[in-house]
């Protein structure tokens, strides 16, 4: 059973540029997380997201930050226009959703260096 | 969801049991302690978690006081692959409060 996969594992972008980040979660697993840990600090939650819904986006920056798990694909995350400040790992973890079984399983992150 | 305090490092013998102390004393009647850990940079692995009752898997133990405002996790045979920064994060169960809040944790040196 393969684990969340993350994909690229590593993306380096010039300022001004997009950022596409994939998450692809277990299988038989709908509910996605967004984390982002910036250097020499602890995780912090970004979104929630089930199939075609955002249930928590309390974490995500107001701008040029955007998520979506649509019906069919991976969970994107993408970061317009990004300034060296977006520089951290990005981890996405998942969840099955069921009631009892909330524990989550995370990816290995894709690091994101803004030059 | 309530907060938790850790002791920001310990050291440990390999080979010998490792013993993670939290404090979460405002955890409400709802609230689950769960357990990750992060090596180097890797992302978050999922180690265990519990409500009331103590509770052991492949990988640890966790012992969760009756008044529940304190646990400890146990890693009974440290060896060097567990030397990691451990979080312990309180969390509710219900719809929507799903997310984890991550502190500061607990670095864990496993000493050869």
């Known amino acids: 059973n393969a684990g969340v996969m993350q994909n690229p594992r590593h993306l380096v972008r010039r300022r001004g540029q997009e950022a596409r980040l994939r998450c692809s979660p277990m299988?038989?697993?709908?509910?996605v997380y967004w984390y982002r840990q910036l250097p020499e600090e602890g995780l912090k939650f970004m979104v929630y997201l089930q199939k075609e819904n955002i249930i928590d986006e309390s974490g995500m920056p107001k701008e040029r930050f955007s998520a979506e798990f649509p019906k069919e694909g991976p969970s994107i995350l993408r970061i317009q226009q990004v300034v060296r400040g977006d520089s951290a790992a990005y981890f996405c973890?998942?969840?099955?959703?069921?009631?009892?079984?909330?524990?989550?399983?995370f990816g290995p992150g894709t690091r994101l260096t803004v030059t | 969801d309530a907060k938790t305090t850790q002791p920001p490092s310990m050291d440990c013998a390999e080979g010998r049991a490792a013993n993670l102390p939290c404090n979460h004393s405002?955890?409400?009647?709802?609230?689950?302690v769960y357990w990750y850990r992060q090596i180097h940079s890797q992302g978050p692995q999922y180690i265990i978690h519990?409500?009331?009752n103590n509770e052991t898997n492949e990988m640890a133990s966790l012992i969760i006081t009756e008044d529940r405002k304190s646990s400890t996790l146990i890693l009974p045979h440290a060896t060097l692959r567990d030397t990691a920064v451990y979080y312990c994060i309180v969390r509710g169960s219900n719809f929507g409060n799903e997310k984890l809040t991550f502190g500061t944790g607990t670095r864990l040196t496993i000493i050869p």
């Open positions: 519990g409500l009331k």
């Open positions: 973890a998942s969840s099955p959703g069921l009631v009892g079984s909330y524990e989550q399983y």
């Open positions: 405002t955890i409400s009647g709802n609230e689950y």
């Open positions: 299988k038989g697993h709908s509910h």
